[in-house]
Every structure is written in C-alpha cells, then in structure tokens.
C-alpha cells in the first residue's frame, strides 16, 4: 500500500478558507471512491467528503452546505474546499479511499480554527 500524503492545512479564524490536497496512485484514483476523513476525539476517523470516479460525491453532516471536495483527473488529486471553518472542525485531516484501506494513512494535514 502507498502511504498518501495530504497537503493545505493550516491556522485560521473562524468563518475562514483552506484547500486541502492530496495525490493519489492513479489505479487507485481511477477505480475506486477516494475522499477525505478527519481524526475525531476517540482517535477514529470521521468521513468528511468522498468522490466516486463517476462524479457522484458525498458529505459528512457537519460539513455540507460549507466544504465541497473536487477531483483533478489529470493529476489524480483530490481537492478539499472547506469554508466558514468553525472551531470544531480543529483537527487532522487524512485522505484515503473509501472504505479506507488501513495500510495508506499518512500523517495527515493539521488544521486549527480560531474562535
């Protein structure tokens, strides 16, 4: 497995903006539904968006309406557009595929909201 590495995260205030990237194998890419997930309390990951290669996307509750994950097919990246950050969305944010496949975690890309 490829360990993925995420990229974008960063300190803002709240009601900010960040882009988060991350680069995948593209027979990963190409194949299978590839998304963004973020490190909760427990130490487990919460979905937070995914795209399927056939356009069709999907969000966690807490972020619809305000994040908006894109696919670059050229570049087998995903691309995390997150707005109005609120202070709960303070954590590590990880890419993967979904389901995710337990051996690809990177180190993820921290992003820390300020109140």
């Known amino acids: 497995q490829v360990q993925l590495v995420e990229s974008g995260g960063g300190l803002v205030e709240a009601g900010g903006s960040l882009t988060l990237s991350c680069t995948f194998p593209?027979?990963?890419?190409?194949?299978?539904?590839v998304g963004w997930y973020r490190q909760t309390p427990g130490n487990q990951h919460e979905m937070v968006a995914v795209?399927?290669?056939?356009?069709?996307?999907s969000y966690g509750q807490s972020v619809k309406g305000r994040f908006t994950i894109s696919r670059d097919n050229n570049k087998h990246t995903v691309h995390l557009q997150m707005n109005n950050l609120r202070p709960e969305d303070t954590t590590i944010y990880h890419c993967?595929?979904?389901?995710?496949?337990?051996?690809?975690w990177g180190q993820g890309t921290r992003v820390s909201v300020s109140s």
């Open positions: 993967n595929k979904f389901p995710p496949a337990p051996d690809s």
């Open positions: 593209g027979n990963i890419f190409n194949n299978y539904p």
């Open positions: 795209s399927q290669p056939n356009g069709f996307k």
